[in-house]
Nanobody
Framework: QVELVESGGGFVSAGTSLTLSCAAS????????VGWFHQAPGKEREFVAT????????LYADFVKGRFTITRDNARKMAFLHMNNLKPEDTGVYYC?????????????????WGHGTQVTVSS
């Protein structure tokens, strides 16, 4: 069992940057794929970005390409979401997740471990 804890959310203005962090409790995290997911008020959770255990393969949702970057530091058992040029529609709760089999292209309901999320609010 891996526990994930997100941090770094906040209230920011449009056009600014924010970095979210995800801290994992177990070393096995380094063997799992990691992902970030977004849930806007009243909407379903959606994929934002995923990263392979090695960090060499990644996927991004179209609405964040060129603005967000997912990274990880396996030695520290952490993952990050670097968000630039934030827009009001980026507002919502951001969740970190881990997938035991290393798959980066599976839907949210197939990810095994989830954090409790961190709130990001972007004002216009």
């Amino acid at each position: 069992q891996v526990e994930l804890v997100e941090s770094g959310g906040g209230f920011v203005s449009a056009g600014t940057s924010l970095t979210l962090s995800c801290a994992a409790s177990e070393d096995t995290f380094s063997r799992y794929a990691v992902g970030w997911f977004h849930q806007a008020p009243g909407k379903e959770r959606e994929f934002v970005a995923t990263l392979s255990y090695s960090g060499r393969a990644s996927l991004y949702a179209d609405f964040v390409k060129g603005r967000f970057t997912i990274t990880r530091d396996n030695a520290r058992k952490m993952a990050f979401l670097h968000m630039n040029n934030l827009k009001p529609e980026d507002t919502g709760v951001y969740y970190c997740a881990a997938e035991r089999f290393g798959r980066i292209n599976v839907p949210p309901n197939e990810w095994h471990y989830w954090g409790h999320g961190t709130q990001v609010t972007v004002s216009s």
